[in-house]
Antibody, heavy 119, light 110 residues
Framework: QVTLKESGPALVNPTQTLTLTCTFS??????????VSWIRQPPGKALEWLAR???????FYSTSLKTRLTISKDTSKNQVVLTMTNMDPVDTGTYYC???????????WGKGTTVTVSS | QSVLTQPPSVSAAPGQKVTISCSGS????????ISWYQQFPGTAPKLLIY???KRPSGIPDRFSGSKSGTSATLGITGLQTGDEADYYC???????????FGGGTKLTVL
């Protein structure tokens, strides 16, 4: 059974750096064609894709956010970490991680973690 | 402004059929597989359709997907009140080297 779980701070001050961890089980990110993506959703708004990391350590970022994002993986811990710098209140929302299958779909999602940016 | 365009809302009566459109371009829908996601309030999205028209195990055949050129359609037949949710299309955009979602469509079953 494949599961993913997001963790990180619930409250972040403006200008701070957010670090989120996605801990997964049921698959290995060292297996060919496996990928993990981060997606976020501001309250009442649409899904927004943030970043993706592949089994071979290829990394891809949202065009509008790429200067603020870094994605990395720790295969031995089955974790993917996303950092977002210079947090702003508009970054408030629920952050999800999901497994991305090579042909192009996110088959399993975590339950999400809510992040509020406020002083 | 989302790269993929969906209607903000659709509605239909119980038992009826509804379709949700998703319009893109040759760099995304035109040359990549489309997938659809269902999201109930306060919960994570759930994969509904993948590879344009395939249903994951456990998804009833009331849900269907199709693709033609740079557009895709999600169809739901035999509407139930439990189908009321937000629906998102998504795919990879080869020009942006990024995943793109539609803006989401809220389905109301009247």
């Amino acid at each position: 059974q494949v599961t993913l779980k997001e963790s990180g701070p619930a409250l972040v001050n403006p200008t701070q750096t957010l670090t989120l961890t996605c801990t997964f089980s049921g698959f290995s990110l060292s297996t060919s064609s496996m990928r993990v993506s981060w997606i976020r959703q501001p309250p009442g708004k649409a899904l927004e894709w943030l970043a993706r990391i592949d089994w071979d350590d290829d990394k891809f970022y949202s065009t509008s956010l790429k200067t603020r994002l870094t994605i990395s993986k720790d295969t031995s811990k089955n974790q993917v970490v996303l950092t977002m710098t210079n947090m702003d209140p508009v970054d408030t929302g629920t952050y999800y991680c999901a497994r991305l299958i090579a042909t192009g779909y996110m088959d399993v999602w975590g339950k999400g973690t809510t992040v509020t940016v406020s002083s | 402004q989302s790269v993929l365009t969906q209607p903000p809302s659709v509605s239909a009566a119980p038992g009826q059929k509804v379709t949700i459109s998703c319009s893109g371009s040759s760099s995304n829908i035109g040359n990549n597989y489309i997938s659809w996601y269902q999201q109930f309030p306060g919960t994570a999205p759930k994969l509904l359709i993948y590879d344009n028209n395939k249903r994951p195990s456990g998804i009833p055949d009331r849900f269907s997907g199709s693709k033609s050129g740079t557009s895709a359609t999600l169809g739901i037949t035999g509407l139930q009140t439990g189908d009321e949710a937000d629906y998102y299309c998504g795919t990879w955009d080869s020009s942006l080297s990024a995943w793109v979602f539609g803006g989401g469509t809220k389905l109301t079953v009247l």
